[in-house]
């Protein structure tokens, strides 16, 4: 008999999926829930695991009963500190990617600055590897002394003392220690990755099972096989989490205690540097908190000695020639990742606001961080003429960019929001070529 459909026409999106499957070994069939799994497990991979935080210190109470050990602070950590963290990561992955090109840049500036010191010294330093405490005041201690002879405000216990009587003070930054106090306190480069918790061969592992991830959508793509809009966005974020992976490398990661660092009961702390201060008029504030914060400049307006941790994305006092160069890597690459999913550009999705949203959403995130490539082409243009009159069209530039930045921000992070709904809700209705598997025997030679 004859079949209703001749040989190569397009297989009707009516026809079921058990019809399909009568066509096709059992074997070469996805199911949804595969999908969504692998989808989830890499998302997962790029955005709770890729991540490097800073060192969040806190203090314990040490009359808390075991529901405070065990229950009350870990939920407050989590809700506080690492859920947010992971939100963000979700929602603007190229501000982790530019936090990490920041954090790299300042960290080898720090270690050219200190004999013997590697980039793991300068991540060290930069991600509040650091803590300033007091001794109690009866407690014996031995000045720290300098190159010159002379004696120090640091100070290292010399007699027997209860850790849990030292006072926390305030994270330390690279200038507020003399670098003959750090090669003394600094541990060595293998002792400072031991205070990691992932080492190479697991950062290793990470980037295999991301990587085949990608192989997979480009052999879908080579057999000209549908991808699901949730695997175009999850094909986004292996794209960037292979960069955001390799700059952090050397960075130790999730790193909880740091290194005590001690001033007697009756020494003061003057931190070093000038920090800057908000605009008072609230719309001149929010266009500075918007540049400063995308060129990562916000560092400038924070004082560590009034805090009890670094910020989240602390990454060090930047100089400004460096800054916007900086920058401009991740925004590029920020353009890129908004460019990737436009492979679903032509996609059949269950309805017509789908899919117009989902192009604008493109649109959007391709055009935000072109706009923050312009902002720091134009910091970096400032810097460089900062000898001569400052060109207008350098100028003009700049303004430009600041004014598009603060009324297209929100657009941004909505777009984000949208896409990543509709990836799930476009899973209702998918063709059934999607759930075809790829025939590895084209891309593999066998007998």
């Not at 989808?39 to 075991?66: D, G, Y």
């Not at 750090?182 to 990691?196: A, C, H, S």
Request: proline share 6%; with cysteine.
């Amino acid at each position: 008999m004859q079949s209703a459909h001749s040989e190569g026409s397009p297989i009707p999106a009516s026809i079921e999926l058990r019809d399909v499957a009568s066509c096709n070994d059992q074997n070469s069939q996805r199911s949804i829930w595969g999908i969504v799994w692998s989808c989830l497990s890499t998302i997962f991979l790029c955005t709770w695991v890729a991540v490097h935080p800073n060192v969040h210190f806190r203090t314990k109470k040490p009359s808390w009963n075991w529901f405070g050990r065990w229950l009350r602070d870990p939920l407050s950590v989590f809700f506080t500190y690492k859920l947010p963290l992971f939100l963000w990561e979700l929602v603007v992955p190229e501000y982790i990617l530019a936090w990490a090109v920041r954090q790299y840049v300042q960290a080898g500036v720090v270690s050219r600055q200190v004999p013997g010191w590697t980039r793991t010294h300068g991540f060290f330093m930069i991600m509040g590897g650091f803590h300033l405490f007091r001794l109690p005041a009866d407690a014996l201690s031995i000045p720290l002394p300098l190159t010159s002879s002379k004696s120090s405000d640091f100070i290292i216990p010399s007699g027997r003392h209860s850790r849990r009587d030292e006072v926390p003070v305030c994270p330390l930054k690279f200038e507020d220690l003399p670098v003959d106090i750090l090669e003394i306190i600094v541990p060595i480069e293998d002792e400072l990755k031991d205070r990691g918790k992932s080492d190479a061969l697991t950062k290793l592992i990470v980037m295999i099972q991301t990587l085949w991830f990608i192989v997979q959508c480009i052999a879908r793509g080579t057999q000209r096989l549908p991808l699901t809009e949730l695997e175009v966005v999850t094909l986004a974020y292996a794209m960037l989490n292979f960069f955001i992976y390799g700059i952090w490398w050397d960075k130790p990661q999730n790193v909880e205690c740091p290194i005590r660092v001690y001033k007697s009961s009756t020494a003061g702390h003057k931190e070093s540097g000038k920090v800057e201060v908000w605009e008072h008029n609230w719309a001149w504030r929010w266009m500075q908190k918007v540049t400063t914060y995308t060129t990562g400049a916000q560092d400038l307006y924070v004082s560590m000695s009034k805090r009890r941790s670094v910020p989240m994305f602390w990454s060090g006092r930047i100089e400004s020639n460096l800054l916007g160069q900086a920058g401009l890597g991740p925004s590029i690459l920020g353009a890129a990742f908004g460019a990737i999913h436009c492979v679903a550009w032509a996609s059949d999705f269950p309805s017509r606001p789908e899919f117009v949203l989902w192009r604008i959403s493109c649109v959007a995130m391709i055009t935000v961080p072109l706009v923050v490539t312009m902002l720091c082409f134009s910091v970096r243009m400032l810097v460089a003429t900062a000898e001569s009159p400052d060109p207008v069209w350098v100028e003009a530039m700049m303004v430009t960019s600041i004014t598009l930045l603060a009324l297209s921000a929100w657009l941004y992070i909505v777009s984000r929001i949208v896409m990543l709904v509709i990836a799930f809700t476009s899973l209702r209705s998918l063709s059934p070529a999607a759930f075809m598997t790829v025939d590895w025997t084209t891309f593999i030679p066998h007998i």
